[in-house]
């Protein structure tokens, strides 16, 4: 009894021992970072998009920042950013709808409000000052660590998504790493870390010159800053439009919308309202051409297949490649029992993606404790039930995705395939003022391959609700 009173004492001295501690550690990376109220910083440098690697052991593409300005008011609290972006792979290699041509203006504002997402405060929350003032805000802990002989009192806080946010405070009192996990539909329960080196002092604050910020293993920005302006009057305003409105009452239901539906001959079925996707029927089972963009979108494919040809399991889903779009809902088709069929050289980086964990959103693959199942197409597969033929080829020189794969029907000789052609909004009069290698490559491989195309099916379907044919992918290319 003894023992145990002497325990409960020694729990209830050390509470707020440990909080002042944080306190402490808080007050002395403020006096060494000094009193950031606002900043307004320019760089240049590397912006990487997520989740549009050329192959599993890819990092992400790389874009160029010409110019690239940020300001922040920790206080309001928001952000505004300005960059001018260009092609940074050359060859292109990869998705984030390359190639860029020419100078891409970009800008992204957050106002936080009751309303913002998590995701997007941690823009804020994740600086060095930002980090510090969410810190003391929300009763940080702190503990210690020692990573590659280095010394770090480690501060954290419970974020909004019930995950921790930990900052890593060197031995000089200066945050020089901020992680925390956020949900991703493909990647489930996602590393986000950033990295601050190089400080240098600006009228008593001290700034970090070099930001790298990672999401998935790898860098999804690289910044070199050449100018700081701190604690001067910064005007940020929320993007006209945006935050508009009363928000949607809690749990309640979107509206339903129908799902456009085209029939391309007996038993085959473009399903649009979001990326294209085909429901094939075969004699015994369904096969689902592409789990793109969500679960939502998923499951309404799903249900759409099933409701199209009724009494038949979705057997099969074939994935055109691995971009984050175009496989964010395979999860969802694994939930409902059916085997991905993918290029033979997706399958190892699929396998570990999908059987990461989703404990932050939960989804159905996570309820339903099913595993993902694999089929591979290595240059041809041929998908039968002895009257229908699919075939699946290996698009070769490709460089959006090494593994990307082309889907043919014979008998209407149609062709869908993924980001080889993307359709403007308006039908092109004549070759595009810059060339795509993807549009080019997309022709030499069906000339190599001899199919009969008559109609192209995009998955990224033209926004007119067009027929695309194969005239017009040779005029966009200059091949009439």
Known sequence: MRTLLVAVLAAALSAPAIAQDANTVIANALKSM?????????????????????????????????????????????????????????????????????????????????????????????????????????????????????????????????????????????????????????????????????????????????????????????????????????????????????????????????VPVEKLGEGVYLILGGYACLAIEMKDHIVVIEGPQSEARANAVIAEAKRLIPNKPIRFVVNTHTHIDHSSGLRAFVAEGATIITHQSNKSYLERVLNSPHTLVPDAMTASKRKPKFETASERRILTDGNRIVELHHMQDFGHHEGMLLVYLPKAKILLEADAYNPPAQPPTGPAAVISPYNLSLLDNIARLKLEVERIIPVHYAADNRIVTMAEVRRVSGRN
């Open 34 to 258: 000094g009193d950031l109220r606002s900043v307004e910083y320019s760089a240049t440098g590397y912006d990487f998009v997520l989740g549009q690697n050329y192959n599993g052991a890819s990092p992400w593409p790389r874009f160029i920042n010409k110019s690239y300005t940020r300001l922040i008011d920790f206080q309001m609290p928001a952000s505004r950013v300005d960059r001018v972006r260009t092609q940074g792979e050359n060859p292109p290699r990869g998705g984030g709808q390359q190639p860029v041509i020419g100078e891409q203006n970009q800008n992204q504002v957050i106002v936080v409000s009751p309303n913002t997402p998590w995701v997007q405060q941690l823009e804020i929350w994740m600086m060095p000052h930002g980090f510090l003032k969410a810190a003391s805000a929300n009763n940080a802990t702190v503990r210690q660590q020692t990573i590659a002989g280095k010394k770090y009192n480690v501060l954290t806080f419970m974020g909004q998504n019930k995950t921790p946010v930990m900052g890593f405070v060197n031995d000089q009192n200066l945050v020089e790493r901020v992680e925390t996990r956020i949900d991703n539909a493909f990647f489930g329960d996602m590393l986000f870390e950033s990295t601050y080196s190089d400080f240098r002092d600006f009228g008593g604050v001290k700034f970090p010159m070099h930001i790298v910020q990672r999401q998935g293993g790898h860098p999804i920005f690289d910044l070199t800053v050449a100018n700081v302006k701190v604690n001067t009057p910064v005007t940020i305003q929320a993007a006209q439009g945006r935050g508009a409105g009363a928000p949607a009452a809690a749990g309640a239901a979107a509206p339903a919308v129908p």
